[in-house]
């Protein structure tokens, strides 16, 4: 998608999403997609949206590289 277009599909969402918290699905079929889904890559938000992919719930956005968290042992008192 050229640039201009990625821009101004980016403030679409921008604006809908402050509209309609969370609402990635309504957004999606309001650009005639399926799903809508924020990723982070390289650092940089990138939106990808698809005609067939199932709609994800909307939460934290994970990172490519990063590794689960470890739980920390929980210390008891005697």
Not at 15 to 39: T, W
Request: glycine share 8%.
């Amino acid at each position: 998608m050229p640039v201009d277009e990625a821009r101004e599909l980016w403030s679409r969402f921008s604006a809908y999403m402050e509209e309609h918290r969370g609402d990635l699905g309504g957004f999606a079929k309001s650009e005639g997609f399926v799903s809508a889904h924020p990723r982070s890559e390289g650092g940089r938000a990138v939106l990808v949206l698809s005609r067939s992919a199932p709609q994800e719930a909307y939460g934290s956005v994970p990172k490519p590289d990063a590794k689960p968290a470890q739980r920390k042992p929980k210390h008891r008192r005697r």
